[in-house]
């Protein structure tokens, strides 16, 4: 799949004049799904299929073997301000990580508006790496459900992908998820105690005659 990937390199897209970042990350994920699995359509040792719902963690998915790889595409601009995406849930990470018959696939897209007249959309950089072999130097967990994992604000993809070890995230994450939680007890529990001691109102309003 990497090679498949490598080869979109260069390649251009319209997403509109009218698109916006949400829209423009819509069609490069597109894209860049189509445009893999039809490559990986003549490995007769893979097959592909599109993401099973609106909702599922994958744009689309390899299944090798007795394995599914689920491929997760995430697009940046290159020339535009740092974004820190959200990537998946922990708990859904987890569950993939436990599972024996799925794995995750984070598929990075760097691209440059090349003709904003029309929204033509140039790939420059593209690079995958499997979700269990993520650097947590460059992830953290954010307060969004039971917690989101995301890239830090200064974290350089290209590092994030050079530095991976296998297994790295895979080891490291229920502890980085404890120590969340952690610090969100905390939190909940100093909004308990204010409210606790904010239980009078002792305040005289103005009441016209």
Not at 95 to 122: A, C, D, H, W
Not at 145 to 174: D, F, H, M, T, W
Not at 180 to 195: L, N, P
Request: proline share 3%; aromatic share 8%.
């Amino acid at each position: 799949m990497k090679s498949a990937a490598t080869g979109l390199l260069g390649s251009t897209v319209i997403a509109g004049a009218r698109a916006m970042q949400r829209g423009i990350a819509d069609v490069i994920e597109g894209f860049v799904a189509e445009a893999i699995t039809d490559e990986l359509r003549h490995d007769t040792a893979v097959s592909t299929h599109a993401a099973r719902g609106k909702k599922s963690v994958e744009d689309f998915s390899v299944h090798f073997r007795d394995q599914d790889v689920w491929v997760d595409v995430k697009s940046k601009n290159l020339r535009g301000s740092f974004s820190m995406p959200n990537l998946i849930s922990i708990k859904r990470l987890w569950n993939i990580f436990q599972s024996p018959t799925e794995s995750l696939m984070f598929l990075f897209v760097g691209y440059t508006i090349v003709e904003p007249s029309v929204g033509k959309i140039r790939i420059d950089t593209i690079s995958c790496v499997p979700a269990e072999d993520m650097n947590p130097e460059y992830l953290q967990i954010q307060n969004l459900g039971l917690g989101q994992l995301q890239l830090k604000n200064n974290a350089c993809i290209e590092e994030l992908v050079s530095q991976a070890s296998q297994g790295e995230l895979a080891r490291k994450l229920p502890d980085m998820a404890a120590a969340f939680h952690k610090r969100q007890m905390g939190k909940i529990q100093r909004e308990i105690d204010f409210w606790n001691l904010n239980k009078q109102y002792n305040k005289q309003c103005f009441k016209p005659d």
